[in-house]
């Protein structure tokens, strides 16, 4: 396996203050961030708890992603992933690739 361009799922969770997780804080520009967009949360330690979250599918798949962003190929749903787009794992330009360029124009919004 190839050493992983983000480390932030292989030591790292962020918990929002209603339970949502989310893999990192640095991929903080688009709609799941705000309130009336698509969050693409990884699970919710309030309903099934820490451990479970962690060993989660969402967070197995972010984990092969950050070593192998070329999985995406053989694995299309990973586009729905909330790493996809994110340019620490991909060869890309970030206000390209913002899940809402307006947002990513305005610079990060407070969680």
């Not at 396996?1 to 203050?17: E, G, K, N, Q």
Request: hydrophobic share 30%; with cysteine.
């Amino acid at each position: 396996m190839a050493l992983p361009r983000c480390f932030w799922p292989h030591t790292s969770m962020v918990i929002r203050y209603d339970g949502d997780v989310i893999p990192c804080c640095s991929y903080r520009l688009g709609k799941q961030y705000s309130t009336d967009g698509e969050r693409r949360t990884m699970g919710n330690v309030f309903d099934v708890g820490v451990k479970a979250v962690w060993d989660s599918l969402q967070f197995r798949q972010a984990r092969r992603m950050v070593s192998r962003p070329n999985s995406v190929e053989k694995e299309p749903e990973l586009k729905d992933h909330f790493c996809y787009g994110c340019d620490r794992i991909f060869d890309t330009i970030r206000q390209e690739n913002a899940r809402n360029s307006e947002l990513s124009q305005a610079g990060p919004v407070a969680a």
